[in-house]
């Protein structure tokens, strides 16, 4: 698994490096970088979580699918709370809250349980999606407008999503094709955006921001993991009993121990908050968490058995 997460920690990277030297280049500016982050939110990222449900039916799957998502609320209100608590940064809230489930959780799973981890997988982000853009939007915004949630293609994709699993046939081909192909674009331009914002960056206020990065990290990837071991720990005592718990438990824990959610950065920035030091939440957790995920797997796997 550390061999997986460095590979796609590296690759993610280089093309956030990539992004970055582009806007120092061409000197991207203000309009072109929300035009960016519209795209990939409000098109490409739906088109990846239906893109996700695009699957074959298992009956037998759908009871522990309720499962993940009891859990995954569970250690999202959690995680939401502890950034409540630790901090008044709006921005920091959303970093300790919200993880790269999608971009780094979805290799991951897919390669330490297959496409079957996978499906379990799906339901962590189908309740991702509908808080960021709930809890998230309220942040950032100070106010929730219903109409905006409900008709936020995010939220339609996570419905839509559930449908297309519970169907009992895929989508044909010529419209899962080009679905598959915008998809597969997501976590590129996620990075180059990234690496877009991060150029942005003015190191003048380094001295206000590390310590304050220093704080969230560790917020994000070790209280959280400390927290979130605990209460998977007491949810196995409950489910261990049916087939493939131990497998569901491992999927929302690896889910909740993945860096900054990227979808941050581009938050930020359609809602002119500091979009440059969303980047830098980003870029140091994906770091961090080379070292951090793999040990606390690590870790859960000696307590939850």
């Not at 690759?11 to 990539?18: D, E, N, S, V």
């Not at 046939?169 to 976590?187: Q, R, W």
């Not at 261990?240 to 438990?249: A, N, W």
Request: proline content about 4%; glycine content about 6%; charged content about 10%.
């Amino acid at each position: 698994m550390y061999i997986l997460v460095a590979k796609q920690l590296l690759t993610m990277a280089i093309i956030g490096f990539g992004g970055f030297i582009f806007a120092k280049i061409f000197k991207v500016t203000e309009p072109e970088r929300k035009f960016l982050s519209k795209l990939l939110m409000y098109f490409i990222n739906p088109c990846m979580v239906l893109n996700s449900f695009n699957r074959d039916f298992q009956s037998e799957k759908l009871a522990l699918l309720g499962i993940v998502v009891i859990l995954s609320l569970i250690i999202h209100f959690v995680m939401i709370v502890l950034g409540v608590f630790t901090t008044r940064q709006k921005i920091d809230r959303l970093a300790i809250a919200f993880t790269n489930c999608g971009f780094i959780g979805i290799p991951l799973i897919r390669g330490v349980f297959g496409d079957e981890g996978v499906i379990f997988l799906m339901g962590y982000l189908a309740v991702f999606n509908i808080l960021v853009w709930t809890y998230g939007y309220y942040q950032l915004c100070g106010k929730i407008n219903i109409l905006k949630v409900i008709t936020n293609p995010n939220i339609i994709a996570v419905f839509l999503g559930i449908i297309v699993f519970c169907m009992p046939f895929n989508l044909p081909e010529v419209i899962s094709k080009p679905l598959s192909m915008i998809a597969d674009t997501n976590t590129a331009i996620c990075m180059v955006l990234v690496g877009v914002l991060l150029a942005d960056f003015h190191p003048s206020a380094s001295k206000e921001v590390f310590p304050r990065l220093a704080k969230m990290s560790l917020l994000r990837l070790v209280a959280c993991a400390v927290v979130n071991i605990a209460i998977l720990f007491l949810a196995y005592k409950i489910i261990g009993s049916l087939t493939d718990s131990r497998m569901v438990i491992f999927v929302v824990l690896i889910c909740s121990m993945c860096p900054v959610a990227t979808s941050i950065p581009s938050l930020a920035c359609l809602f002119n908050q500091d979009a440059a030091y969303a980047s830098l939440t980003v870029s140091l957790t994906s770091i961090l968490c080379i070292i951090t995920l793999p040990s606390f797997v690590a870790l859960a796997e000696l307590i939850i058995k």
